[in-house]
């Protein structure tokens, strides 16, 4: 009878022991998966002297009583605003273009590297840099548009996280095309 209940018990006890080896392989990280919304985009007009279609899943917000123009655009599903500053220009153009860049460059001590892309569209005097800031930086891309002679346009892209470029990176290429298609949007109302 002894023997009908050790040997199941020790037979237990053995496979336990070599169930216990040391080949314990670490699982990478897991991140969420993130839902991104279909593309659709609405009219932007106010009494600023611009006009640009924004995603129709974000919130415009004014965010300077001084500053009326100087927009926040906030992804409330992914926790990211494009900050949107507007100044008239006044002769002080070279100022504005030398502020952009280096709030830009401020972001190298983080960054992978900075890509400048220039855009320009003759037909709606709208040129313009988009900045790619890649690697883990604060903000992942930043721009400016102009028509050099009255209107100038400041934008910024940030996150409500810490930066990871990997974790970050599908989120970033999505909202990287809303701004293209913002800038390519952008008309100048006449005075």
């Known amino acids: 009878m002894k023997s009908k209940i050790l040997f199941p018990l020790i037979t237990i006890v053995f496979l336990f022991l070599l169930a216990c080896g040391n080949n ?9 998966r993130i839902d ?16 640009f279609e924004y995603p129709a899943y974000t919130v415009v917000v004014t965010t300077n009583k001084d500053e009326p123009c100087w927009l926040n655009i906030y992804y409330p599903k992914l926790d990211a605003t494009i ?6 220009v006044e002769g002080n153009l070279s ?3 030398e502020d952009t860049r280096t709030f ?17 569209n003759a037909g709606k005097d709208v040129h ?10 604060a903000s992942a891309i930043q721009f400016y548009i102009t028509d050099s002679t009255k209107h100038f346009i400041r934008g910024a892209l940030y ?13 970033i290429e999505f ?11 952008t008309e100048w109302k006449l005075n």
Request: proline share 7%.
């Open 24 to 32: 314990y392989t670490p699982k990478p990280r897991g991140y969420f």
């Open 36 to 51: 991104l919304p279909l593309k659709d985009y609405k009219q932007y007009t106010s009494s600023c002297p611009y006009t």
């Open 83 to 88: 900050h949107l500053s507007y100044k008239e």
């Open 95 to 97: 100022l504005l273009l």
């Open 104 to 120: 830009v460059y401020k972001h190298t001590i983080k960054a992978d590297a900075i890509e400048e892309n220039l855009y320009s």
């Open 128 to 137: 313009g840099i988009l900045y790619e800031i890649k690697g883990n930086a």
């Open 159 to 171: 996150f409500n996280a810490l930066p990871n470029k990997d974790s970050l990176a599908p989120v």
């Open 175 to 185: 909202v990287h095309q809303d701004i293209l298609h913002l800038i390519e949007t």
